[in-house]
């Protein structure tokens, strides 16, 4: 956000009536504050004809505390453009309130560059749509939240765990402390896990099946290993405080997930 922008975003807000400011305070506190999710397949809900297929905003609500809903907007197959061309980013701050958070997570789909609805470049095109949604949750008293992409299962003849979301997540960072914004290095914090869990007990987590080796969606132990990833690092950058989580250190029956009938 350039000093203009962030001058006009403050502008507007002070130039809210105090009564206004002061009725949508106390309104916030007075209803649960909800977490709402941008983005991509690898956070989306799935539905029965995907299972064992499982995003990582599905075993989220497990590991918060019931006051603290999460409202899970991101779909498969979507990059940070693409979420806002289609007007998804526009249905998520119609809903939004002050108080709300939006946590934005992309990548996967602003890498592919044959696909010019989806592409975006990561110094340039991923962040100017990044920063929409950060103002757009901002000019609506909602905190965002910037999320690097969860790493896929890849790894070398070695054993070691590979990145392979190339400059995005730098991209992500960068964009997160030039804006003040809490930054969740899932990216990091994913590649850090494959790596000590290894080339064979990571299958363990993908959704692996007897007729697909998928090395980029999870399926419930990967989920609910992501979601407590999510959780506790929601807690360390102090968006949430240690009364919004539970569970972090307890086991999740895998049984908890389930998968709605698909919608027509």
Excluded: C
């Excluded at 029965?48 to 899970?72: C, I, Q, S, Y």
């Excluded at 999510?230 to 972090?248: I, K």
């Amino acid at each position: 956000m350039s000093l203009t922008r962030r001058q006009v975003t403050s502008a507007a807000l002070a130039a809210l009536p105090l009564g206004v400011a002061a009725t949508g305070t106390a309104q916030a506190a007075q209803r649960p504050r909800t977490l709402y999710i941008a983005g991509d397949s690898t956070a989306a809900q799935k539905f029965a004809d995907a299972a064992p297929e499982t995003g990582w905003g599905m075993a989220l609500p497990f590991f918060l505390h019931k006051d603290r809903p999460v409202a899970n907007h991101a779909v498969n197959g979507r990059s940070s453009k693409s979420f806002v061309d289609e007007g998804r980013l526009d249905v998520v701050l119609a809903s939004i309130r002050p108080g709300d958070f939006l946590l934005i997570q992309f990548a996967h789909n602003d890498e592919k560059t044959t696909d010019p609805a989806r592409y975006t470049e990561p110094w340039t095109t991923y962040q100017d749509h990044l920063r929409l949604y950060v103002d757009g949750a901002r000019s609506r008293g909602a905190r965002p939240v910037l999320a690097t992409p969860v790493e896929r299962r890849r790894f070398d003849a070695g054993g070691n765990a590979l990145p392979t979301h190339g400059d995005y997540p730098a991209a992500m960072r960068a964009l997160a402390a030039e804006e003040d914004v809490a930054l969740l290095d899932l990216q990091a914090l994913s590649l850090e896990l494959w790596q000590k869990l290894g080339v064979e007990e990571t299958k363990k987590y993908f959704n692996w099946t007897g007729t697909e080796q998928d090395n980029t969606h999870f399926n419930p132990p990967g989920a609910i290993a992501l979601a407590r990833l999510v959780a506790a690092e929601l807690l360390r950058r102090r968006v949430l405080s240690a009364r919004d989580v539970r569970r972090l250190d307890t086991q999740i029956p895998e049984s908890w997930i389930t998968w709605p009938p698909a919608t027509a």
